[in-house]
């Protein structure tokens, strides 16, 4: 009998503050019509002082066990994904598992920047296919605003926090057909946050703990690699464009996302879109636009979905997924 894994609930949180574009431009060289017109950001949700990536991540798992019916005990695996942990270690998915009360089987966190997610849904899926996990809780968690330079307007505009889960669970059919994962780190400085874990800096200065990010090169590789990545997710399962119902990106810039949705040849009607109201949440990204239009009714049980996702590395990815 062959495995496969297949999506049986979803949550996400966003936090309660939200950050407007105004707001930005009074504290950075940037306009409300800039970020618009160059992002498709109109706000963003912004953790409290004291909540953390763990505290978003409990809620939203929370929520995807809530509509997949099952309890802690149903559970064998957790992973995790952020760039924003709460600590060095033990991982994130460790707190979680912690908090949710699920014990015994493995709980680690993937770091792939905004890949994360579709790095940590592979994973899953593959732990699942191959028979080591039954019932996997996959998230994604970020607290980009942590490590966002507020004074530089080349990041502080895009990026924003949030958290989003999905259940994968054991099922004789698919689910989901195939994950394409894709990573070059000859381009490690272009999107980076270079301090954190250091060596001895007693004789020069130490990396910075932000962000630092050349947008228009990230865009162009990007703009590249999710072009290929799509089709080639299509073609391993011998199925066309006109098959897919719904893009589900992860929201970098909505002009990244147009031009997928042009290299797919579909309508921007079959593609989920939260960047105007949620930013960058980085790899919280995916799964709270697949939450959102699975709460809302646009994503409807049987339909093909094709999630993508793209980020420091870089690294890259997507998953075909029958819901
Ligand atoms: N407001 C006003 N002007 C700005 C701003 C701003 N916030 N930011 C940059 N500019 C200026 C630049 O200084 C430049 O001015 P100049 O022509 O006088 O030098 C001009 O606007 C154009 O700059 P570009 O960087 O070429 O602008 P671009 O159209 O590329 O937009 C952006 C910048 C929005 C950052 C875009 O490049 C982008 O979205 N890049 C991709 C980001 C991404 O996908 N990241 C990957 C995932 S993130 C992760 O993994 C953590």
Not at 120 to 141: E, M, P, Y
């Amino acid at each position: 009998m062959t495995n496969f894994s297949r999506i049986i609930g979803t949550g996400s949180y966003l936090p309660e503050r939200i950050l407007t574009n105004e707001e930005l431009a009074g504290r950075v060289d940037t306009s409300h019509d800039w970020i618009v017109e160059r992002t498709g950001i109109y706000e963003r949700r912004i953790a409290a002082p004291d909540q953390t990536t763990c505290d978003m991540a409990e809620i939203a798992a929370q929520r995807a066990m809530e509509t997949a019916g099952v309890g802690a005990d149903d559970i064998d695996l957790i992973v995790l994904a952020t760039c924003t942990p709460d600590r060095v270690f033990p991982s994130t998915a460790c707190l979680l598992q912690e908090r949710l009360g699920i014990q015994g089987g493995g709980a680690f966190d993937v770091t792939a920047a905004c890949a994360g997610f579709i790095y940590a849904f592979a994973t899953a899926d593959n732990f699942i296919r191959a028979g080591a996990a039954k019932r996997a809780l996959v998230v994604g968690a970020e607290t980009m605003s942590r490590v966002i330079d507020w004074n530089d307007r080349g990041t502080c505009i895009l990026f924003a926090d949030g958290a989003g889960a999905v259940v994968l669970e054991q099922s004789d059919e698919p689910g989901v057909y195939s994950t394409h994962l894709h990573a070059d780190g000859r381009y490690k400085d272009l999107l980076a946050v270079p301090g954190w874990v250091s060596p001895d800096y007693n004789d020069q200065p130490a990396p910075s703990p932000f962000m630092t990010m050349q947008g228009n090169e990230v865009f162009r590789v990007a703009v590249g690699s999710l072009g290929d990545v799509v089709l080639e997710a299509l073609k391993a399962n011998g199925l066309e464009r006109s098959d897919v119902d719904w893009l589900i990106p992860h929201q970098a810039n909505i002009r990244i996302i147009q031009a997928i949705a042009r290299r797919l040849r579909l309508s921007m009607e079959q593609v989920v879109t939260t960047i105007e109201t949620q930013g960058n949440t980085s790899a919280a990204s995916v799964p709270l636009a697949l939450d959102t239009a699975v709460r809302d009714g646009r994503v409807k049980p049987g339909e093909l979905l094709l999630l993508e996702a793209f980020g420091g590395g870089f690294a890259w990815g997507s998953a075909l997924v029958r819901f």
